[in-house]
């Protein structure tokens, strides 16, 4: 698959969206993701549910694709790295990153984000914190207002349904951008995406193989 672009103006910086459900930060030599869930379909597997193995290794294919075309200095994670308990997944994940040594991976913790940072630097985390700050962007978890501070967050999943002309929908994952906050996609191809929760008065970029669809919030063109 073919990395897509679409640019935007969000908290006065230039961001480029990709089809990948990342961004890549031109300024800031930067790529910004969230929500792996490393460990998801191993601990699905783990409980009876046969999750196909390729599932963790296609993200991570991703990553390295992202990589590739970026050749970025850092890799800013915002939350929900790992999904549970530690396992092959999460061995694969920390293979990867002394592949990738000369980056720097920052990981904001998330909600499933349980284990210690001596953990987490262990599986090559060269910094943990509970919020992250890079140049006039806030980077957290969950979505919330802090004033007028520009925030980029994941943790909902955001996703929008869309009509097609034969009169059924198709549901996208997508960036959900306000004046404020930028909510991002799940990168992990299994942890899907939830319309119900995608906050209203967003405009959002619907994310699919083909391109970034900007759908306006009503009132916008």
Same mark, same amino acid.
């Given at each position: 698959?073919?990395? &897509? ?5 969000? =908290? ?28 998801? $379909? ?36 915002? @939350?929900?790295? &790992?999904? $549970? ?9 920390? &293979? ?14 998330? !909600? ?9 630097? !262990? ?13 006039? &962007? ?47 996609? =799940? ?31 009503? @009132?916008?063109?």
């Amino acid at each position: 698959m073919n990395i &897509i672009e679409s640019t935007i103006s969000f =908290a006065n910086e230039i961001l480029t969206l990709t089809n990948f459900k990342a961004i890549y930060w031109q300024k800031e030599n930067t790529i910004i993701l969230s929500d792996l869930h490393l460990g998801k $379909a191993a601990h699905f597997r783990k409980n009876g549910i046969a999750i196909p193995t390729q599932v963790s290794a296609t993200d991570l294919q991703n990553l390295e694709t992202i990589i590739e075309k970026y050749h970025p200095c850092r890799i800013i994670i915002v @939350g929900d790295l &790992i999904h $549970a308990g530690s396992n092959s997944e999460v061995e694969n994940f920390r &293979i990867f990153t002394q592949q990738h040594n000369t980056i720097n991976f920052i990981l904001v913790k998330g !909600n499933h984000d349980k284990h210690s940072d001596h953990f987490f630097k !262990n599986i090559g985390l060269h910094e943990i914190y509970p919020e992250y700050r890079l140049g006039n &962007i806030l980077f957290v978890h969950e979505p919330q207002s802090k004033g007028n501070t520009f925030i980029i967050c994941g943790h909902i999943h955001p996703g929008i349904v869309l009509p097609t002309p034969t009169n059924k929908h198709l549901k996208l994952p997508c960036f959900a951008v306000s004046e404020q906050q930028l909510i991002l996609p =799940a990168f992990s191809r299994f942890t899907g995406s939830d319309s119900k929760n995608t906050p209203a008065n967003t405009c959002c970029y619907a994310v699919h193989q083909q391109g970034i669809f900007k759908i306006p919030a009503s @009132g916008q063109t």
